[in-house]
């Protein structure tokens, strides 16, 4: 199986939130990062460019009517670097979430 992008997870950010879910919902996740792994262009109900923001995205997962969001970012092309997760409550995405997901993108930078 050939990899179009590599995902890893940038500190705890993701795996704090990852070992909290369910383990449906944990399956699902895997299965949404293999999708990106794997599939040259994923659709955005999966994989999304965060409009206003410069580089950041969500993965969306969604499991017995439960939403979740990853916040990621590209490094050197086809690194996704996962970052904050949250579960989604409301229509629109939390501006406090993408807040977070941008310091811990510029947090991620600054250490390279």
Known sequence: MNLVRQVVA??????????E?????Q?????T??????????????FK???GTKGL??????VCGNIYRIFSFF???NLVVLGNAFQ????????REIERALKIMEEYSNEK
Do not use: C, S
């Open 57 to 62: 995205y969500e993965i969306r997962v969604e």
């Open 75 to 77: 490094d050197k092309g």
């Open 33 to 46: 990062l293999n999708l990106i792994r794997v599939t040259r262009h994923v659709p955005e109900k999966y």
């Open 21 to 25: 879910q369910t383990d449906n919902a």
């Open 49 to 51: 460019h965060i409009e």
């Open 10 to 19: 940038y500190k705890n950010y993701f795996l704090d939130f990852y070992t």
């Open 88 to 95: 989604k409550k409301t229509q629109k995405t939390p501006k």
């Open 27 to 31: 399956a699902k996740i895997e299965w």
